[in-house]
């Protein structure tokens, strides 16, 4: 499954004519293969063995190269630095308060919120972002813990 999810990414970049580096297809692989939301520093943290010679500038780099072929979609929160995710099916994300983490979840139907927007508005309607909130698990588990 994510083997064919990197071919199809490698295959994107050919058809927009972006050079395949090895650390650029190190970097897709990992995106594929964590399934966590992981931001450049973590990226960084994860393939420093590999390539010494790498930099969280460069990593940064190439997911901005990504992010314009539209293989990954950047996620901004304000105040920390920015998360990538793998652009699969549209989906959504449900973050934890507590440790940050953030897991993928798929809902169908939205698309309604989106007619009715337009319908009242006006408004010629690109996409919506919803996230929803609480405490993962593993948090919770600890939580429980230190009760
Ligand atoms: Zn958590
Ligand atoms: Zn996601």
Redo the contacts with the bound molecule.
Sequence with gaps: MSQDHLKEAIDTLKDTGVRITPQRHAILEYLIDSMSHPTADDIYKALEGKFPNMSVATVYNNLRVFREVGLVKELTYGDSSSRFDFVTTEHYHVI?E??G?IVDFHYPGLDEVEQLASHVTGFKISHHRMEVYG??P??SAKKELTH
């Design positions: 934890c507590d440790c983490k405490t993962c593993e948090c």
